[in-house]
């Protein structure tokens, strides 16, 4: 289950190249490629390393214009599309 203090990071297996701001994606298991809106690329650089869900909504929340609750939506969104995708793992705490 996903959690404010559950990992996240990018997918060692995903093929990405930046151009422009803007991220482009390989999806490892079918080679389908995506084009990643800005706040997703945004979301994309930050998770180059783990971050908790937590950090990454606090990180967007203090760059971008918007509510919380907007925040937190378009986070989870992002998180479940990648993780549909094989693009992020998750790694779980051990509590």
Not at 21 to 43: D, G, K
Not at 87 to 93: D, M, P, Y
């Amino acid at each position: 289950m996903i959690n404010s203090q559950t990992r996240v990071s990018r997918s060692p297996r995903a093929g990405w190249r930046e151009v422009e701001n803007i991220v482009y994606l390989v999806e490892p298991q079918t080679t389908t490629f995506h084009r990643l809106n800005p706040t997703a690329s945004t979301i994309w650089n930050f998770i180059e390393s783990e971050k908790t869900v937590e950090q990454i909504v606090r990180f967007l929340n203090e760059n971008y214009t918007g509510d919380l609750s907007s925040v937190e939506k378009d986070v989870s969104e992002f998180i479940h599309d990648m993780l549909q995708k094989k693009l992020i793992v998750l790694h779980e705490n051990d509590h």
